[in-house]
């Protein structure tokens, strides 16, 4: 392992001052002059023509600036998947036909939020109610409703992988079993609800202050469905308080905004409420997963056929993305000889899912740790065994999809297996007590250009001051994760400086260079730290000419950027300070400042990733006889994130991850009736809180990832995904009860218990 | 005459609808969470020695929450004559003396106004009182006190030019003259007071938004009164209504709300009253200027001896330069075949006097033009035609400081008799009316480098984009002038774009690209048009590549931008849209946006310019003969400004030019009683308002300056000058009372006719 300076140390946020003194502007936050604000209606119904709306009533209400329906928009249809138009299947308000409950029909904006909401009250729409779909069965049966009409049936996107040969793998295993898993919608619940703030300039050019994860995208997509140029439009992330995928997209409201802000001259301003969030908002796709796997008598595994379908929503979404990584996550941990995915995204009459932190993983891991452990019980294998037995190794290929680089998965089970005192545990614990494991791997950013942009993947823009500090320009995107300080600890790394040297902008797309595909699937450490050393490097290279130079040194010396200085590697005397270096080339180019560019573009990496990272977690609990209730006493988390950047921060991804991780396995759950959210709230949606938390050790197993900056690679997503499926093992662990549709409910444990009480 | 598709033509200003609409944003209107009010305490006194400060009372005031004085700061002198670092002689907070009356003596940040305001009340400043000096000559005389330690006198500064042979040119004159005119202090009077907001972040770095010329400027010096890094400040200039060259400078409030927002780690702002502009603000300097000049018989001038001093208030300012510009306006218009300048700045104990429109040659011209006409009146020579005989033409030079380029000086005059009708008007006006000219040189920004920057003069940075649109990011800054517009202009034409193509961004330290050195001296078109036209001249060379690679083409062809194509200039159907040329060269680098970076500084320029604009103007008038009150009935004004670059916006500029120019000679001077400025209020300080305004009428005698953008050049300070001349020629003419104090009081004129009444 190579010893760094600041790379691996903890270091304090760079937001945590403003966001603890409360000095931290979100987009609501923010106020302009004669600013309006906005609100959404939304259809009450899940699936219905629209006949006619009359918004006169409300257009007439005093202090209502604006109301604008479907028919006052270009109707331009919008989506992520840029690079397949046909998938972009949404308006930014209804045109024809609303297709879920919450589905946006119109906007009013007005001089505050009360005349608004109240003019919401006086659009008149006259709907033709059709029947709804709003599970995956009924949507594809014979003869159920079409939702979209470019489509002809309900299945929106499929995706097939394949290699090996299935049936010989089948034919040639001594044991097969076959689960059907249903796994289920769970929220973000991000803590900022969605806002947006549009302005327009006399040229019509609107800049839109959002809370994004991609305002690059934002930035493409408002422009298109607004029938303007990209670069009329100026997207400005603000502070934002969480997104787990949430944010991924453009979003009615943002759209609104800049439409209603050309028509009126005036900044408009949207806030969501959280009703709308757990009602229309985006939601971690239900999935039905069936599975067959094959292994040999002692746990070899054969063969692996993998069916899924995904309950999409009214809309795609991020749907076709996460139909594929469910694949792909399908064929990952273990060594699988024969292999195939098909996976179908599925419309129905329900509010959209999307991207999830996870992002397919939790899904699909959940299917395949859950097999792997019934598997081992049934075998009679310890299920840390079997793993070990299958795990995948660097360089394994999943044959046209992914090389797998490095790789600590070994050694994440043999750690979390020791920190947890596996082997005594599996045997002594007493009925109603359990351990149980899960294992995850996770992509670190996608490799796939699904939304056809036409910059590189990532970009940084560094310029170098002779006062001896360096201002770093980048569009990634920080949403709370800390991927900020995490930029600036590797260019203070690569630059030999200290922190307080660097100052970063980020995540403007007027300001910021061009461009950046936003946060989402765990790619910013890597792909905006590779374009970070890019150009980290390029500066190097001029200061090592200048003191070159300066010093008239012999070709065949090496030099550093270390402590503040820009010296020759073996003769730390031979140097200068990094100010008078940076000064030294300014003066060399008459005045001209030392700015550099520097971009990453994952090439010959496959289909989803550069690279992969990898963990195994433990979970003990105890399940309560009378109750069901399930208490998690200790989780143990071995990850490999290839270097660790800021432990700290890694260790908030941690925390963050089992909270949502208990949450989805336990508690949290959209409660429906047909098309409709009936738990609207935070006291009805039953997420863990802090006092729910359980004691939690964590060990990095670090490896040197050779695609990432200074060997990392992700952190953030992947441990969303082993929580489920070690709770819901060591509660069989406990109980015998094999839980395949999630949550794991009291009332399901209770039913069905088998072992001795 | 080149043709020009957009430069050239009126085109509405970019900030038009902004500030009509009421969405500009000043500084004083940005909130910030938390943010607190700041107000000055001054000193009461001319000249007094601090004895001590109590601030306890004050800080213990309920909503206090920051109380400085000067023993708070590091106590480092600042001043914008870097270069000189002598001549940096003011401390943001008075340490040890006092020197005016509205000196800057302590500080309170409260969490409303008012209570800052009733804060001030409880600071108790122990003073000891000096002899104070409220003239050049009580302050030049053996055993004044000294207002400065460093300096053994109170003669801060001097400048001598000298050429030729000054006796032999006064012995071969036949007519010598000899004159002293006293030329007097006016305000800025901008419409926007001083504010400055600043807020800090958790590394102590500050970002400063305020009302500035001069971004850079403000950000080197802040750095160093706070004994901070340059690069850890970051000025941004919101709109700004007005500034006049009386916001060119570090402020004492930029600094404390700076230092306030560090301590407090709450956001500062202080926006200055009325009241403290009028009192303690900058100014015009006031001087006493002695010129003798030489002349033949038939009106050929010989010589010129000028000396003057500058009563600079109580610290040097912009004084350095006023006083070298005094010199150097001292040797244009006419060709003096032998000249001699000696210039001193003086210290007082009055508010300092710097920059103002004009910066030396209203004052220095008045003296020139009214002994111009003088002489002419009393050689029996037509006003004009001494003026044409002696006028300088292109190639004339200044020896050692200036060479003249371009030059439409001859032609401005012919065209302004003209237009006048002069000759018939001079014959035939009665007893109390008059017509009467003066004329002006003014030069297009300084190359002398007495900021003693490391930059460029002036940068520009263009991003052009596959959608056909470019971003211009400039440091230079649009005060009112519409200097945004016109480098868009500029820039619109050099590409083939429209107006609407472009996004500019400008005048943001942290953002936009270093440097500039800020607005003043009339440099921003030229400084600022070069550097654009430089980095659109890169652009070009890329964007010519891509078609040439495209097509094929011979190397022998040449190429244009031109109405939004890129093509072969004899061959136009062999040419691409600039977005298609721009994704060629964007897909050519792997997707890497094309960015490119212009810059600008002037070389071989001699000591003062790269261009000088002239022009001539006639005024015609009226004195009442029972009041003595001056009404002008017309204005004629021919301009060589090179290239126009947008018409409505120069005469913009003529129209405020002329307002200033009837305060100036006319009505507008503070009342001082000794050191106090009496009259600190828009009631007691008469500034013509549009009601005065007579008829105007303008010629733009167009001249192609080989150094400037498109070859324009100045046109927004040398019309500073010549309507004082014309009116107080004018004022002669019809009462023969030649004033040699501005302004021209009623009084004075009711005390001086001489003419039959």
Redesign the interface.
Known sequence: MQAFNIVGKDV?R?D???KA???A?YTD?L????MLFGRILRSPLAHARIKHIDVSRAAGLSGVKCVITGEDTPKIKYGNWRLFPDTQDEYPLAVDKVRFIGDEVAAVAAVDADIAEEALGLIQVEYEELPGVFDTDASTREGAPVLHDYCSTNISVNRKIQYGDIEKGFAESDYVREDTFDVHAVSHAYLEPCAALA?A?????ITLWTSTQVPYIVQCLL?STLGM????I?VIKPFVGGAFGGKMELRTWEFCAALMAKKT???VKFTLSREEEFLAGRRRHPMRLHSRVGFKKDGTLMAKDLRIRLDGGAYNAMGPTATFLCGNFGAMLYRYPNYRFMGEHVYTNKPPASAMRGFGAPQSLYATEMQMSMAAEELGIDPVEIRLKNAQVSGDKIPDVATISSCGFIESIEKVAEMSDWKTKRKNLKPGQGIGIGCYSFISGGVFNWFN????FS?AEI?A?????V?LLTMASDIGQGSDTALKQMLAEELGLR??DI?I?AADT??T???DLGTWGSRVTLMAGNAVLDAARKIKDQLFGAVSARFNLNLIYNFECKDGRVQVKLRPEKGISFGEAV?IV??AN????L?V?G?Y?PRDKGLVTPAFGFGSQIAEGEVDQETGQVKVKQMWTAHDSGTVINPRAVEGQLAGSIQMGLGYSLCEQFVMDGGKTLNTNFLDYKMPTALDMPPSEVAHVETYEPEGPFGAKECGEGLASPTAPAISHAVYHATGYCCKDLPITPEKILRGWKREK
């Open positions: 304090p760079n945590a001052e403003a003194r409360g000095t502007l936050d106020r302009l002059p004669g302005q300039d006399q040229d019509g050019r422009a140029r990209e670069n009329d100026r001259g005036r900044p942009t036409s910059y590189p970009a310029r001051f002779a006062d001896g500090t201002h922190m307080e100052r902008t007027a300001m260079p061009q461009a000064a300014q003066r008459r005045g001209e400042p700015v560019r971009s573009t």
